[in-house]
């Protein structure tokens, strides 16, 4: 079972990157000069990794589920055209981790 | 006998595009290390399925069927791997003859083209054979050390005693650099060195380069695995996947960062590391 799921968080990621990267190459036209961060990519950041890393949080839906949710949104941001998502990665991780050392370790 | 060929199926699908996803991450880190934005991460998997819907041509020059065989060849002996393996738990040895029979395919694979990169890869794959020795001496210090050599096995010991890679710590950095060996862009990547193009994958096209690449992909995958379970036990999916980020990213640090050595200078390197290794690892078993 452990394997199947797995398999499902691995294809989330596959998925989630190729929407990504496809999505991203209609949205921006340019390569990554302008060093922007892009407010909706930083909000599924967010959302992606806090779901991703805080499952526990979501207590009515399955873990799995929200984990390969979690999953599919953080593949989407990292897999944005090359240098795009790159910092709004960073925030969304740096928030999950936050969260993370609050429920396990301060509370 | 259907949720073993499930398992089967489960494991080989997980093995491709892990191993893909991981090649992509390695491109990525050595392109971040040299202040480039990089490719995406599933750039390899990408490349991978595009194989497969290109046209397939095969040179005049090349030996039929076997330029074909050798494709499917490969493919069979990684997910043959994929079986013993994390499937059935079998022994250390039929994985070691796979990567054996690995470097035969390499072998054919350049000589079967009839190009003269082929060749030239061909000719470094018979030569880089040589530099095989700490694979074989891998295999006998760990049976030196455990008195088997079947993989769950190995993992139990490893229970009762703590990770190989303490006590065996010369036969992982063998091991090691064996694996890294097979990483693109490594020092010791003399059979798919840029110098000969793509060496023995030269002249294969559209899906008999998939598959080439799919094997790869497998074969990247449990190289890894098999060093994270002999070495360190068995871990959970979770445990695997961070060891094998964090081995692709030290590897991408050392290919990043070193230039692709001369084949004399890679396999005189691959031996010295051999002996050291060897030589050590008995000193601390007896």
Known sequence: MSQTLYLLYVLSFVIGSIAGLVLSYKKYKAPFVTRNVDVLALVLAVLGWVLALNSPLFGMVPSYISITVGIFLIAMVLGMRPGYGRYETITGFAVAAVLWILRTVIL | ?286
């Not at chain 2, 303490?166 to 992982?172: E, G, Q, R, T």
């Open chain 2, 1 to 286: 006998m259907n949720l073993l060929m499930a398992n089967i199926l489960l494991n080989v699908v997980l093995a491709f595009l892990v191993g893909s996803i991981l090649f992509g991450l390695e491109r990525k880190i050595m392109a971040r290390i040299q202040m480039r934005p990089g490719p995406p991460i599933i750039q390899y998997l990408l490349h991978t399925l595009k194989f497969f819907i290109k046209e397939s041509a095969f040179p005049k020059t090349a030996a039929m069927p076997f330029y074909i065989a050798i494709t499917a060849m490969l493919s069979f002996i990684w997910v043959a791997a994929v079986i013993v393996g994390p499937v059935m738990g079998g022994s250390l040895l039929l994985i070691f003859a796979i990567y054996a029979l690995h470097k035969i395919v390499e072998h054919n694979a350049g000589s079967s083209s009839g190009s003269p990169y082929g060749k030239l890869s061909c000719v470094r794959a018979v030569f880089s054979a040589a530099a095989e020795l700490p694979l074989f001496a891998v295999l006998i210090i760990i049976y030196l050390k455990t008195g088997t050599m079947n993989i769950g096995s190995i993992i139990s010991y490893q229970s009762i005693h703590g990770p190989l890679i303490y006590s065996l710590p010369l036969a992982a950095a063998m091991f090691f650099v064996l694996i890294l060996s097979k990483a693109h862009y490594s020092p010791f990547a003399i059979t798919k060195g840029k110098d000969i193009i793509s060496g023995y994958e030269t002249e294969h096209f559209g899906l008999l380069r998939g598959y080439l690449m799919i094997s790869e992909s497998i074969a990247w995958y449990m190289l890894l695995w098999v060093f994270l379970t002999v070495f360190i036990g068995a871990l959970s999916p979770v445990g695997y996947l961070i060891g094998m980020v964090a081995l692709t990213a030290v590897m991408a640090f050392i290919s990043a960062t070193t230039p692709l050595l001369n084949p004399n200078h890679s396999i005189m390197m691959q031996t010295t590391f051999a002996f050291v290794g060897i030589v050590g690892s008995i000193l601390m078993i007896m």
